[in-house]
């Protein structure tokens, strides 16, 4: 067996050492669909695959790293068996994304992130890797039965569970919605009163009358409130999306009363001198009865 030069044991003697878990920084040398290869001062390479960059199925990680890109990731094994440095660039995300969960946690502070993913029972969002599942109970404030449209979309939530050793982070959207809906009608109840013309939107119609949205609260405007006259079927008068200007009625605590019968507008006023008895007039027949017409 040949000595080592004085060279050979200087070099050997300066080569880093490291171990699982050890967090390390390097440079992508190459990057391929499927795997990126970082030099981080090691004798050997660290390879990072596909399954430990992302929890995204088939991700082109030519599209997220370029060559000369500055990474950090986590040592898995020493020796993936093929002399590589085996790392994980997501679960050191993971771990970077449930301290950031975990003071949000702690704090109540509302967090933002796009849906990465619609399951049956609600949505899921990545935050640095670190899942958070939103139960379709609180996504909103009101009932959906299809969450597909929140797909890529990103939305704000509040986490009110965090046991990440039980993979079990969960968020809450419907709360915020109810509190800036609360704030909102304060808003509104502070600026109407009874008597106001005010403009709305139509948003639900129902056999007993409308329910018009009126910008941070939902005022009632009931069949026997839209005409002076019989309304039979609001639902052929009205509907969703429809904007209405409407008066307030009254106000009761958080419940508006609303009416389409303007001061003015009233077709009795003044009828005894508009038909005095004994004025022969024509109309005609709106309605039959087993009583009369």
Request: proline share 3%; glycine share 8%; charged share 30%.
């Amino acid at each position: 067996m040949s000595e080592l030069t004085f060279g050979e044991m200087f070099e050997q003697s300066n080569v880093k050492t490291i171990h699982s878990g050890e967090i390390v920084e390097g440079t992508a040398i190459e990057v391929k669909p499927d795997e990126i290869i970082l030099s981080f001062g090691y004798k050997s390479e660290g390879v990072i695959p596909r399954s430990e960059y992302s929890n995204i199925p088939g991700l082109d990680l030519t599209t997220c790293v370029s060559v000369g890109d500055t990474l950090e990731a986590k040592v898995l094994k020493v020796n993936d068996g093929e002399g590589q440095v085996l790392l994980t660039y997501k679960r050191l995300a993971q771990d970077k994304g449930n301290k950031k969960l975990e003071e949000a946690f702690n704090n109540k502070t509302p967090l933002k992130a796009k849906v990465a993913e619609v399951l049956n029972g609600g949505l899921s969002v990545v935050i640095d890797e670190s899942r958070v599942f939103i139960p379709a109970s609180l996504v909103s404030d009101s009932y959906e039965k299809d969450l597909t449209k929140y797909l890529d979309k990103e939305i704000e939530f509040v986490i009110t569970e965090f046991i990440p050793k039980r993979r079990r982070i969960i968020g809450d959207r419907k709360q915020l919605l109810l509190a800036e809906k609360e704030k909102r009608q304060k808003e509104l109840l502070e600026r109407i009163h009874e008597g106001d013309i005010v403009d709305g939107v139509v948003k639900n119609v129902t056999d007993f009358g409308v329910f018009v949205d009126l910008g941070g609260s939902d005022g009632l405007l009931h069949i026997s409130e839209i005409s002076w006259g019989r309304v039979e079927n609001p639902k052929k008068a009205f509907k969703p999306g429809q904007e209405l200007r409407v008066l307030i009625k009254e106000i009761n605590e958080n419940k508006i009363a609303l009416s389409l019968k303007f001061e003015g507008t009233n077709p009795w006023d003044g009828v005894e001198d508009k038909y005095a008895i004994g004025t022969v007039v024509t109309g005609k027949v709106a309605r039959m009865t087993d009583f009369g017409a």
